[in-house]
Nanobody, 119 residues
């Protein structure tokens, strides 16, 4: 079993920054990658960023490239998402997820943290 707990969400003005954290417990030694996704009301879930657990290779959704940075602290079983220059349309629930075999399929999900960007 794996448990993922997100934190760091909140209310920020447009152009501001937030840093999300996701701490994992359980079978963390089995992780291949961790990722961040988001879902706004009435919209489909959207890929934001992902990182391989051992080598730290990163990948980003086109809409966040250059503004968001994903990183991890293996010793603390934690992945971070630094979000800069936030836009109102990025208001959503942000979810952390863990993948065991490749970074396209995520078996474990957190409950999410709300990010609200005011205009």
């Amino acid at each position: 079993q794996v448990q993922l707990v997100e934190s760091g969400g909140g209310l920020v003005q447009a152009g501001g920054s937030l840093r999300l954290s996701c701490t994992a417990s359980g079978r963390t030694f089995s992780f291949y990658a961790m990722g961040w996704f988001r879902q706004a009301p009435g919209k489909e879930r959207e890929f934001v960023a992902r990182i391989t657990w051992s080598r730290g290779i990163t990948d980003y959704g086109d809409s966040v490239k250059g503004r968001f940075t994903i990183s991890r602290d293996n010793a603390k079983n934690t992945v971070f998402l630094q979000m800069n220059s936030l836009k109102p349309e990025e208001t959503a629930v942000y979810y952390c997820a863990a993948a065991m075999h490749n970074w396209n399929t995520y078996e474990w999900w957190g409950s999410g943290t709300q990010v609200t960007v005011s205009s």
